[in-house]
């Protein structure tokens, strides 16, 4: 069995009680308060027939072996696809948790309500299969796409690699910033702390970054995970991506020129936002003008950063490659050469 993103949609049989529509329209009434994707899977978990091991349980085979294509942040495998072949455990209770958290007990259908209710510890087991053997094997995900990234680097003999993160969240221009930030600022003047936090898996690579810094005046900087955009009432064209290059590129213009910087930003799958195009680049002297700073800073307001791009440069700095069938979340390739003697 081959587990991937888009699974959790894809893969639907409700249980007996729920009509695939009541199904759909919960997970629509959980979108609109903004519940999390682990959040979402679990409900779907709750609800499913397949997801949270079911997939698993009625095949017929005694060994299983699930392929799985990471398209989440750490790799959970309860979350990939809502897990056709991992049981994670009774999700009942958490799905009741849910709704009240949200406060949407009373906009489901009462008969599903009426199930968790009486069933939150059914089959709390974690060997529901006992005699099945599954192996769920992940055989692609963000962390191996940057390795692979950092494996073509080394074999240039221009850039030496770093990857600092498969775990990149955040608001993405407010990431760009802070990418553009981490390099401009001396390392001596560099400290720990929650605006960079989300650009490290952790401390002790952060620790590991101001040595690499020290030793190496051009490296490759390889960040990867899934950023947000809050969006507001004027919606433009864009995607998280193109909004993290273009708040970078800006940063770059206002920062000082010891340093020089090509950074890009894109979605695996090719595709960011709902556009034809994958993400964007950001380097020094992008954007030459006032008039088009104004310009960049009123796009990202009005999510229209797409646009913009597109009309700079002939669309040069916009990266379109087609979709590449492949979702392992996005990837951030920061090339980085100090001027300073």
């Known amino acids: 069995m081959i587990n991937l993103g888009g699974g959790s949609a894809l893969l639907p049989l409700p249980i ?4 695939l529509e009541e199904k759909i329209q919960m997970i629509k009434l959980l979108q609109s308060q903004g519940a999390t994707i682990q959040e979402l899977n679990t409900v779907r978990q709750s609800m499913s027939q397949l997801k949270n091991g079911g997939l698993a349980r009625i095949a017929k085979a005694k060994t299983i072996i699930g392929l799985i294509l990471s398209d989440v942040i750490g790799d959970p495998l309860e979350f990939i696809a809502s897990g056709p072949t991992f049981y994670s455990g009774n999700k009942n209770q958490q799905a009741l948790n849910i709704f009240n958290k ?4 009373g906009r489901i259908p009462s008969q599903f309500f009426q199930y968790l209710k009486e069933n939150k510890t059914l089959n ?13 094997i992940i055989v692609g995900s963000n962390r191996i796409a940057l390795e692979a990234a950092a494996h073509l680097c080394l074999q240039s003999n221009i850039y030496v690699p770093f990857i600092m993160t498969t775990c990149l969240q955040g608001e993405a221009r407010e990431v760009g910033c802070r990418i553009v930030e ?20 952790d401390k002790q690579t952060f620790d590991a970054f101001q040595i690499f810094r020290k030793e190496h005046k051009r490296y490759c900087l390889l960040l990867g995970g899934e950023t947000t955009v809050v969006m507001k009432n004027e919606i433009g064209k864009g995607g998280r991506c ?6 970078a590129a800006l940063s770059i213009e206002n920062s000082n020129e010891d340093t020089s910087l090509l950074i890009l930003a894109a979605g695996s799958d090719g595709i960011d936002g709902p556009t034809d195009a994958a993400g964007a680049f950001a380097f020094n002297g992008m954007i030459p003008n006032q008039d088009d700073i104004q310009q960049a800073y009123a796009s990202l307001d009005k999510h229209d950063v797409y646009t913009y791009l597109n009309e700079i440069n002939n669309g040069a700095n916009l990266l379109k490659i087609g979709h590449t069938s492949t979702n392992v979340m996005d990837i951030i390739i920061v090339l980085v050469e100090s001027k300073e003697k």
Do not use: G
């Open 242 to 247: 193109q909004e993290l290059a273009l708040a």
């Open 182 to 201: 981490l390099i401009k600022t001396n390392s001596s003047h560099l400290f720990y702390n929650d605006n960079i936090a989300c650009l490290f898996a």
């Open 102 to 105: 949200y406060d949407l007990t």
């Open 16 to 19: 007996d009680i729920l009509s």
């Open 124 to 136: 709390n087991n974690q060997n529901i299969f006992p005699t099945k053997q599954i192996d769920n």
